[in-house]
């Protein structure tokens, strides 16, 4: 889990914040991780933005988003 607190308090503390803890040891995820949690909501990665990302894609021949599907239900 990336947050930690050790109570109810410092959790919503540390989530508000965008303070949290990453692995010691490097990830090709680590850029979407960050983006996914943004504190910022307009600098937030959407759905549509992680679906589309490289590393969700990766070893895929297309998108695995479904965009237009996703505009259509909207």
């Known amino acids: 889990m990336p947050f930690d607190g050790f109570d ?3 959790l919503i503390r540390q989530i508000s914040s965008g303070e949290y803890r ?6 090709d995820a680590r850029g979407l ?3 996914m949690l943004m504190v ?3 600098r937030r990665a959407t759905i549509e933005d992680i679906a ?4 969700v894609n990766w070893g895929y021949k297309s998108s695995v988003c479904d965009c237009d599907a996703l505009h259509d239900s909207e």
Do not use: A, G, M, V
């Open 22 to 27: 990453e692995p010691t040891q490097p990830s």
């Open 33 to 35: 991780i960050r983006w």
């Open 8 to 10: 109810h308090k410092n």
């Open 52 to 55: 589309n990302h490289w590393w």
């Open 40 to 42: 910022n909501p307009d």
